[in-house]
């Protein structure tokens, strides 16, 4: 008798370029997966089954019939997780508890101080939104030099935490199974222009020595939750240690240089945990560059690149706005360097910054 294998359903709650990645990685593990428009209003009802699995491309979704019917849905995997992680008073909480290093904080509510602030703090203090906030908004410098006071719409809103001289920021993607078996892939170092990813680079050899130090944190923290599935880890490097900047519940931006660098990419890996299909130690079949696309139109020199991969959003091009991403393998040096160096004449003044950080970035670590 042939058995006939049911094909595994996956939901996910937002079809930005997050879920169409994980559509993408369904496909070759034949699993199906449906990214919802969760922002457009309307009455349909989705043909959701008993044992089908949901997941979420954000932290935070607009309350509609579809979301609700998503949030509500018994298999919807890590669901208080989002609430928990997307608030920084509870994100920060946890991180307390759990003695995972992070900078100094405190709940801004009507009772502080901005003179407190900087007592406590030194006298540049950085508020950040409880809620929202990416790619730099929803932050707030108050600088005792400038006589800096706290607005009055942000009280019981934020939080307020030390300014951290970093020496670097670096970043794990992680995932946890099921059964509470945790895979990691190598630290990444990345490089933020105006609070905006702007490029990526994993695995480093000089990183190496902090690898276990990340994934004793990342694995707290995935275990304290109960989480299933792909988890990242934003962090700053200060000398030998590491503080938790940020976490996301999900697949991360820093993570999509596994898209070309490695034999199983951070978008199956969740699909595999939320699915329980087997996972081995992800291999790295070089390294990688990534390089974000923000705001820029689309450029087709950069496929002519020996090395490049495009995934381009299909967006509408607006400033500041991610509208794709070029992965970079690095079979050698040589290669690297004549791609950023034509990446150099085709992209517009913000990229220079960026591109010259890879050069000496790949200077430095072949001395």
């Not at 457009?40 to 959701?48: E, K, V, Y």
């Not at 190496?208 to 923290?221: D, G, N, V, Y």
Request: charged share 15%; aromatic share 8%.
């Amino acid at each position: 008798m042939t058995q006939i294998n049911t094909k595994p359903k996956v939901w996910v709650l937002g079809n930005g370029q997050l879920g169409a990645m994980l559509t993408h990685a369904g496909e070759p593990l034949a699993i199906e997966v449906n990214a919802v428009d969760i922002m457009t209003p309307t009455d349909d009802i989705l043909p959701l089954a008993p044992h089908d699995i949901i997941t979420a491309e954000r932290e935070q979704w607009p309350e509609s019939a579809l979301s609700l019917q998503l949030s509500s849905h018994p298999h919807f995997v890590n669901g208080p997780v989002f609430s928990r992680l997307a608030d920084r008073f509870s994100q920060k909480s946890l991180l307390d508890q759990l003695s995972v290093p992070t900078a100094p904080w405190t709940l801004v509510d009507d009772n502080t101080q901005v003179d407190t602030l900087y007592q406590h703090y030194g006298p540049r203090v950085l508020m950040k939104r409880r809620t929202g906030g990416y790619d730099g908004k929803g932050q707030h410098w108050l600088k005792q030099a400038e006589a800096g006071d706290i607005p009055n719409d942000w009280r019981n809103l934020a939080i307020a935490e030390q300014a951290i001289n970093f020496d670097e920021e670096v970043s794990l993607v992680g995932v946890r199974t099921r059964e509470g078996q945790c895979v990691f892939y190598p630290l990444t170092l990345n490089l933020h222009q105006e609070g905006i990813l702007m490029a990526s680079i994993s695995p480093l050899a000089r990183l190496s020595p902090l690898q276990a130090q990340a994934e004793a944190m990342l694995s707290a923290i995935m275990h304290e939750l109960e989480y299933i599935g792909v988890m990242a880890m934003e962090c700053f490097r200060v000398g030998d240690e590491l503080l938790v900047n940020e976490l996301a519940p999900r697949v991360h931006n820093s993570g999509h240089w596994t898209q070309a660098g490695t034999h199983m990419d951070q978008f199956q890996l969740h699909l595999r945990a939320l699915c329980g299909i087997a996972i081995p130690q992800p291999q790295v079949n070089f390294q990688c560059v990534m390089v974000n696309l923000i705001g820029i139109d689309n450029d087709p020199r950069w496929l002519s690149l020996p090395n490049a991969e495009l995934y381009w959003y299909n967006k509408e091009v607006r400033h500041g706005r991610k509208v794709g991403h070029l992965n970079l393998s690095v079979p050698n040096h040589t290669v690297l360097n004549q791609s950023i160096a034509a990446l150099q004449t085709w992209m517009p003044i913000q990229y220079q910054a960026p591109l010259a950080w890879i050069l000496a970035e790949y200077a430095e670590n072949s001395r």
